[in-house]
T-cell receptor
Framework: GENVEQHPSTLSVQEGDSAVIKCTYS??????FPWYKQELGKRPQLIID?????GEKKDQRIAVTLNKTAKHFSLHITETQPEDSAVYFC????????????FGAGTRLAVHP | DARVTQTPRHKVTEMGQEVTMRCQPI?????VFWYRQTMMQGLELLAY????????DSGMPKDRFSAEMPDATLATLKIQPSEPRDSAVYFC????????????FGPGTRLLVL
């Protein structure tokens, strides 16, 4: 069945360093890949997304890259800050008709001052 | 800034009691999702609706859970009877009609079954 694997499950970095989270998906028909950030006790919030017709997308300190051939995509956070500490979820879905998101298991990112 | 709303935000109940959680999707969104999140766990899809019709509820224990959309502005998730293992945060999310698969999450209902 459809599956999204996410690594690592936990990530600890020093403030100012970069953080990279990687996801691999199984459904080759997937063409929409969002990333959600969930702070403790809060709702998951969309931070960036990418579609299969684009290889990379940036928004200030965050960027997402997509390799459709290898069926993996990654989240890159540069110049990390303590407020980046949260759980990050990747997801994948097909478009048209069914837009069920298949979520990864999440990565707990801790940014230490 | 339109947002998905959920009520109640917190619920403490005793085992065996009925629990009803409500969700108001963003106006104009026609797809509604229910997720469950337990401590240290990811997001488990329970059910989702499009244009008020259930598309997939395979993730939901049907002997005790039920999900409905009485109208376009209200989705409900019921547990009857509730059990301690149902303790979790239940999120509702909604998505627009077409053109994007983006989902927007509500604040969640934190359920504790004693």
């Amino acid at each position: 069945g459809e599956n999204v694997e996410q690594h690592p499950s936990t990530l600890s970095v020093q403030e100012g360093d970069s953080a990279v989270i990687k996801c691999t998906y199984s459904d080759s028909a997937s063409n929409y890949f969002p990333w959600y950030k969930q702070e403790l006790g809060k709702r998951p919030q969309l931070i960036i997304d990418i579609r299969s017709n684009v290889g990379e997308k940036k928004d200030q300190r965050i960027a997402v890259t997509l390799n459709k051939t290898a069926k993996h995509f990654s989240l890159h956070i540069t110049e990390t800050q303590p407020e980046d500490s949260a759980v990050y979820f990747c997801a994948a879905s097909r478009s048209g008709g069914y837009n069920k998101l298949i979520f990864g298991a999440g990565t707990r990112l801790a940014v230490h001052p | 800034d339109a947002r998905v709303t959920q009520t109640p935000r917190h619920k403490v109940t005793e085992m065996g009691q009925e629990v009803t959680m409500r969700c108001q999707p963003i106006l104009g969104h026609n797809t509604v999702f229910w997720y469950r999140q337990t401590m240290m766990q990811g997001l488990e899809l329970l059910a989702y609706f499009r244009n008020r019709a259930p598309l997939d509820d395979s993730g939901m224990p049907k002997d005790r859970f039920s999900a409905e959309m009485p109208d376009a502005t209200l989705a409900t998730l019921k547990i009857q009877p509730s059990e301690p293992r149902d303790s979790a945060v239940y999120f509702c999310a909604s998505g627009p009609t077409s053109g994007t698969e983006t989902q927007y999450f509500g604040p969640g209902t934190r359920l504790l079954v004693l």
